[in-house]
């Protein structure tokens, strides 16, 4: 690739020095038309070749935004399940799952409270419920539970797609059940 670009820049600073000189006038000692054909062939393949290497660049990196994107899109999915995890694990009610959920995205209260349709001491009082039964004081250490959940045990970002096996498992069959053993 670099081996490219440097070809490039030789056959541009060609092109420009010639274009440049006959606008000019400069005096240069002409080259003979043989020379001539030869750097304009080799600066058109030069060309052709750059057209392909940045299209085979763009397809990796479409490629490789492809690949982030959907690494992305399962974190994502790993962070809500993780989320519905815990609030099962601590109990919430369906109100302040709402209002835990919107917490999380860094909502105020009056904002909760202006989407929930109810007041800004209830919302109030359901995060300070949802911040008991979580075991923290405040919005900073309820976030930061999930944030240590998810770095503790993400799974690893998507980054190539699974391969199927190269042959099928093997299928065995049940071993004989024994009525005489108990249990």
Do not use: C
Not at 22 to 47: K, N
Not at 59 to 65: C, E, F, K, N, V
Not at 109 to 124: C, F, P, Y
């Amino acid at each position: 690739m670099r081996l490219l670009v440097a070809l490039q820049a030789v056959f541009t600073a060609v092109f420009l020095w010639d274009l440049a000189a006959s606008i000019l006038g400069l005096r240069t000692t002409p080259i003979s038309w043989q020379m001539r054909e030869l750097i304009e062939v080799g600066a058109a393949l030069g060309l052709l070749a750059g057209l392909v290497a940045g299209t085979l660049v763009l397809r990796r990196a479409r490629a490789r935004q492809l690949r982030a994107e959907d690494s992305l899109r399962a974190a994502s999915g790993h962070f809500m399940d993780l989320v519905q995890d815990r609030f099962a694990d601590w109990a919430l009610t369906p109100a302040e799952r709402d209002v835990a959920l919107f917490a999380l995205k860094g909502m105020s209260l009056s904002e909760i409270a202006a989407l929930r349709d109810t007041s800004e001491g209830t919302v109030k009082a359901q995060t300070n419920a949802i911040y008991r039964k979580a075991g923290v004081t405040g919005r900073p250490q309820l976030l930061s539970l999930f944030i240590d959940d998810l770095l503790a045990g993400a799974p690893p970002l998507i980054t190539t797609p699974p391969r199927a096996p190269a042959k099928p498992p093997e299928v065995r069959s049940p071993a004989p059940f024994d009525v005489s053993r108990p249990g």
